[in-house]
Structure formats: C-alpha cells, structure tokens
C-alpha cells in the first residue's frame, strides 16, 4: 500500500449500510454503493439530523489489524443519536460493521511504518421526508473507510491556531455529541481562519467568552513548567477519546500529574506546551496562539524534545501493539 499523504476521502471498494423503518434495523449488509439517494426533502438534508463517528484501523507490526477502543465511539454514538432524536443501534452492529468494514477494505490499510491508518467513518442519518420541524422516522446507518496520513499539513510541525471570536457551541447545546450541525456551523470560520493563515481555531466557552473549550475538530491540552497535562473540562465540549486516553497515559505509563479543570483564557501564557488532540488530529503541536494580536508561543520546534511528543510516541505504541495496553483498549480484528 502506497504511502498516504494527508486527510482526505478516497472511495474504497466496499461499505456498510443498514435501514431503519418502521421502528426497527435490518440486518445491514456492505455494499460497493458509496452514493446515497434521498428524497429532496429528506430530514438531514432540511433540518441536519445527523451524527458521526470517527476512530481508526492499525496494521501492528506483528501483521494484525486493530481498532483502539472502539466501545467508546459506540457509546458515544449513541448519546448522539439519542440527544438527535435518533434510533440507537441493536446491541453489537457498531462494532460488527466497523470490522466487516475493516476487513472488506483490508488492502487499503497503510503499513505500520507509514504512520498512516485506515480512518472509519461510522454515521446516522434521517432519510425520509420531513417539511414541518420534526424528527425522520427512517435512517440509516452506514460506515465507510478511507486510508489517511496526518490531519494537518506539515504532519508534526508546531501549528499556528487563534482564539476566535465565533462560538462552537452554546451551554445545554450540542457541543458534548458529534452532530453534524456542529462542524456545519464552523466551516465560515474554519475557512475564514485559514484565509489568514491560520490551521484552526480556538474556541471559548459562549457564555462567558472566559474560558478555553476546544478547537473545531480536535480537543486542546496544555503542559506545565512542573510536568502537569492541563485540559479544559467544559459541559459543551466533545468527551475526546484521546484525550481521557492522554490522561490515563499521563498518570499511569509517564507518571505525570493530571487536571481537568476549567482554563481560563488568561491563564494560556503560563503553560509551557500545548497540542491538539483527536483521533484525526492525533496529537499535533501548536506553536502559537493568537488572541488578537496577543502571541503566545509555545517551544514546540524541537519536537522530540517535548512532554508532548512523549505523550504522542506512547500513545501511538499502544495503538500499534509495540507497549500493552490497558485491557480492552486494543480490539484485534484479524
Ligand atoms: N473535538 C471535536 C470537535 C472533534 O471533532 C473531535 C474528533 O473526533 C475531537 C474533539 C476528538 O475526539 P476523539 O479523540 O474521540 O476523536
Ligand atoms: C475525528 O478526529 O475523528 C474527527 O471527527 C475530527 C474531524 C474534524 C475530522
């Protein structure tokens, strides 16, 4: 398999696709269709009922293919579907899908030493359609996968991301689920940011404008002059499954101390690192944060010199089988 640059889609052969109607799922089968027809008034095209997950397939060394910790992103699913007036999945489909999908596309997974992954992309959808403000009564789940490398331009270079002054999501939204709606309302400022150079933005708290949430697609994590990962901990922020695996990492394979706190965004100055964190973004480092004129830098050029890169390294072994893992961290697909 060709070494894979960058985060884009490429249409593989095969997908998952199962029907909901009448208030049940069908078995679900893969298909090699990758379009979907609706009806011009179907409910996620009107009203974005919709919700998403991502997560990853490795190639370990030793030659298996796994996903990390997807329980997780079917949990997670769920409450989307759930806060989105959706049906939840049958016991067991999630994870059956995303290994049938795995495996239908298995040639596509980029070699462990590539650094790439096979990115799983499983979604609910409301098809029927809708004109007065109201839920689909049909849906459908589907999971497609597309072979990528780094999420940001310049893989591990240090990023350049500012403080904006568009919110992401607003207190007892939908900032805590991955809904589509959410990333809808970010492309103005997601284009707007890289119009000026910058590769994302940092968001604050709605109500306040006081506090650090997260950036668009990524949670964000700080380090401290005596060793401390700091991390926003927000009610309108996405729960990143890298993220409370970074904690974890933190405490118990680097012996650092941990806090989930909320951070102020006076306090940014005061750290000593900083990244983003998510299964696309994995862990990237931010060089700088721009809150209007007011720099921040973080050293973050030398980056195999970094708690961060410590973090990132040890993070990525477990992924790929070279240090154990906690239990169930790693489920084996082949
Ligand atoms: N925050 C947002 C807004 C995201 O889109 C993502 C990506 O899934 C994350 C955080 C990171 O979450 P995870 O680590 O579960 O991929
Ligand atoms: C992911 O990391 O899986 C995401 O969904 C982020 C997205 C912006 C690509």
Redo the contacts with the bound molecule.
Sequence with gaps: MKEIKGFSYHKLGRRFVCKYKDGAWEKGKLTRRANVVLNESACVLQYAQTCF???KAYRTEDGHVVCFRPD??ET?LADSCRRMRMPTLPEGMFLDAVKRVVLANEKHIPDAASGGSLYLRPYVFGTNAVIGVKPASEFQFRVFATPVGSYFHGGVSPLRIRISDFD?AAPHGT?HI?AGL??AM?LYAITDAHEKGYDENLYLDAATRTYLE??????VIFITKDNTLVTPKSDS?????????LLYVAEHYLGMKTEERKIALSEIGEFTECGL?????VISPVGTIDDHGREVHYAMDDFENTVIAKLYHTLLDIQHGKIEAPEGWIVKIK
Excluded: F, M, Q, V
């Excluded at 997260?214 to 949670?219: F, K, L, S, Y």
């Excluded at 996405?238 to 695996?245: E, F, Q």
């Design positions: 997950e991502g997560l997780l992103n997670r992401r900032g991955k959410n990333y970010s997260e950036t668009g697609g990524a949670n922020i996405l729960p990143s499954i890298t993220r409370r695996s964190c998510g299964t696309a973004a």
